[in-house]
């Protein structure tokens, strides 16, 4: 990509985006954002991809947004500003591929944001994550959007307030992150989660994923009907059909992707 400050691979069904602003501990910019933002669709729309890992290359994950980013500004043109900043929380939102977010050093701001808004979340044990902008006279208000679906409101509300930076292991006690591992395990134990999901049947994958996102936002009682209506769907695929004939044979699958 232009000026490779975020850069992607793939490999089999897995696709990696690697944060490349390293010497700025992969602060954002708009061009950084614009990137990122660019890989992710190139990565949703890719026919092959079924998981995707984001890392950050460098001693640390992402620190949020840089700094130098705030001259004095107009409300209306911070907003235009923020608005293309933060396009990726809506992005990884609308995803159906699988996100695994791979985390060392640290995690603040918008990178935990990012962090936070991947499906997965894998950190090492020295990893630190931090909604830490209040600390400058900022607010993280942009991250408080994905944590507010995984913690409460008063969890949220004394991260946010009081910029302060929690341990990986904290972070997973809470739900933030769902694996803590050595430094040293971080990128293979990442991969052995990508490599488990990518396994899957594809159409169960998306459909899972896609009941799961649209539950978050209706009563209990229409999401209930509505995941018996996507679990019907799959139900009547290829794919379901196999699966269980698969299992009752005791042989491995061949997923047909129908």
Request: hydrophobic share 45%; with cysteine; glycine share 8%.
């Amino acid at each position: 990509m232009l000026n490779d400050l975020i850069k992607t691979r793939k490999e089999g069904r897995i696709g990696w985006i690697t944060l490349n602003r390293p010497e700025a501990m992969n602060t954002f910019t708009v061009p950084f954002a614009e990137q990122l933002d660019a890989a992710l669709w190139e990565m949703e729309r890719d026919p092959e991809i079924l998981v995707l890992i984001i890392e950050g290359a460098g001693k640390n994950f992402c620190t949020g947004i840089s700094l130098d980013q705030f001259p004095p500004r107009t409300q209306p043109e911070a907003r235009e500003f923020l608005y293309k900043i933060d396009t990726f929380y809506h992005t990884l939102a609308k995803m159906n591929t699988v996100t695994i977010a791979s985390v060392h050093g640290y995690a603040l701001a918008n990178g935990a944001g990012l962090a936070f808004g991947c499906d997965l979340t894998v950190a090492t044990e020295k990893a630190v994550f931090g909604t830490t902008a209040i600390n400058v006279g900022l607010i993280c208000l942009g991250p408080a959007a994905p944590m507010i679906r995984t913690l409460g409101k008063k969890k949220v509300l004394e991260m946010v307030l009081t910029g302060d930076m929690i341990s990986a292991s904290e972070a997973k006690d809470l739900g933030l992150v769902n694996k803590v591992v050595p430094e040293e395990e971080l990128a293979a134990t990442t991969l052995e989660l990508a490599n488990k999901l990518a396994s899957k049947s594809p159409v169960a994958l998306k459909i899972g994923k896609e009941g799961l996102k649209r539950l978050q936002d209706i009563p209990y009682h229409q999401g209930l009907d509505l995941m018996d209506d996507l679990f019907a769907t799959l139900a009547s695929t290829e794919d379901a059909v196999k699966g269980v004939a698969a299992f009752l044979a005791k042989r491995k699958p061949v997923w047909k992707e129908k």
